[in-house]
């Protein structure tokens, strides 16, 4: 399905309903898509002040049939919003598997599954939250993402050298906390291996809850080196981060991001968008 409203159309033919319900749901140029996201963002913003006030018991006692019933209503809503947006959009599979797409999915699931099996499972509504990241789009801040983008590709690039990282730290848990379990014993609290694990995760972490310490002098000198690991080590996923966000910064110079897809990797000279073909934003020569 064409959209002759979207950027770049010049056709000049009536738009069709769903085209009408497209500009409004998905678009933030007219003054009906601008408000449709205003309410939404508000709606938003109830609907988890509910969830968050139902947790209270207080209020649950006095309140509750009320907050019960506020959260159906805007599960309705949010549940024909959804389907709006699979309708109108001209690719919904696309939309569907999309981060927004899957947010506004699960955001609605909870009050289904607490009805018919979980009833605790109402308190994951608080996923509603994320739809609020919508307001990057309604008030023009959808540039400053293109920093949040090199942070993910960034984190991304260092999955491998991070995993790597993990099970060195997970084997290294493991030798403490076998070693604190035979020096230790039950008698001190280290009744088995992964109790043992759970101290040294805690110990090199620098967390320290204190629930669970050594007593005897060997036990005593083998937490200092497990503290000094701690401290040695905690920095490693810092670098490792660190390191791959100044490639990606470097990279990013020579990238253009579209205003209306917001995706990269634009030529500095491209008129308009090798993914949407909108128009892009010139760069001006001054």
């Given at each position: 399905?064409?959209?002759?409203?979207?950027?770049?159309?010049?056709?000049?033919?009536?738009?069709?309903?769903?085209?009408?319900i497209y500009l409004v749901i998905f678009g933030t140029e007219t003054p009906m898509g601008r408000l449709f996201?205003?309410?939404?963002?508000?709606?938003?913003?109830?609907?988890?002040?509910?969830?968050?006030?139902?947790?209270?018991?207080?209020?649950?006692?006095?309140?509750?049939?009320?907050?019960?019933?506020?959260?159906?209503?805007?599960?309705?809503?949010?549940?024909?919003?959804?389907?709006?947006?699979?309708?109108?959009?001209?690719?919904?599979?696309?939309?569907?598997?999309s981060f927004f797409g899957v947010v506004d999915f699960v955001s609605i699931i909870p009050t289904y599954v607490?009805?018919?099996?979980?009833?605790?499972?109402?308190?994951?509504?608080?996923?509603?939250?994320?739809?609020?990241?919508?307001?990057?789009?309604?008030?023009?801040?959808?540039?400053?993402?293109?920093?949040?983008?090199?942070?993910?590709?960034?984190?991304?690039?260092?999955?491998?050298?991070?995993?790597?990282?993990?099970?060195?730290?997970?084997?290294?848990?493991?030798?403490?906390?076998?070693?604190?379990?035979?020096?230790?014993?039950?008698?001190?609290?280290?009744?088995?291996?992964?109790?043992?694990?759970?101290?040294?995760?805690?110990?090199?972490?620098t967390v320290g809850y204190g629930d669970i310490a050594p007593q005897t002098e060997l036990g005593r000198m083998?937490?200092?080196?497990?503290?000094?690991?701690?401290?040695?080590?905690?920095?490693?996923?810092?670098?490792?981060?660190?390191?791959?966000?100044?490639?990606?910064?470097?990279?990013?110079?020579?990238?253009?991001?579209?205003?209306?897809?917001?995706?990269?990797?634009?030529?500095?000279?491209?008129?308009?968008?090798?993914?949407?073909?909108?128009?892009?934003?010139?760069?001006?020569?001054?």
């Amino acid at each position: 399905m064409t959209l002759s409203a979207q950027p770049g159309n010049k056709s000049d033919r009536p738009l069709t309903g769903r085209e009408k319900i497209y500009l409004v749901i998905f678009g933030t140029e007219t003054p009906m898509g601008r408000l449709f996201d205003e309410i939404l963002l508000v709606a938003i913003l109830v609907s988890v002040s509910v969830v968050v006030l139902g947790s209270i018991s207080a209020l649950s006692n006095a309140y509750g049939q009320w907050f019960s019933s506020i959260e159906w209503f805007f599960t309705v809503i949010f549940t024909i919003e959804y389907g709006l947006r699979l309708y109108c959009s001209p690719n919904p599979f696309r939309y569907a598997r999309s981060f927004f797409g899957v947010v506004d999915f699960v955001s609605i699931i909870p009050t289904y599954v607490a009805f018919f099996f979980f009833p605790s499972a109402e308190y994951l509504l608080i996923i509603r939250l994320l739809r609020i990241l919508r307001i990057f789009r309604v008030l023009k801040l959808i540039r400053y993402l293109r920093e949040a983008n090199i942070l993910g590709r960034s984190i991304y690039n260092s999955r491998r050298k991070i995993l790597v990282f993990f099970f060195s730290i997970l084997v290294l848990v493991t030798i403490y906390g076998a070693l604190m379990y035979v020096i230790e014993g039950s008698e001190h609290g280290f009744s088995s291996i992964p109790k043992g694990m759970y101290w040294a995760i805690v110990t090199i972490t620098t967390v320290g809850y204190g629930d669970i310490a050594p007593q005897t002098e060997l036990g005593r000198m083998l937490a200092a080196l497990v503290m000094l690991t701690g401290y040695a080590i905690i920095a490693v996923p810092t670098g490792i981060i660190t390191s791959e966000l100044v490639g990606e910064m470097q990279k990013d110079k020579n990238l253009r991001v579209c205003p209306n897809c917001d995706r990269l990797g634009h030529d500095n000279d491209a008129i308009y968008c090798k993914h949407c073909g909108s128009p892009m934003e010139q760069k001006s020569t001054g």
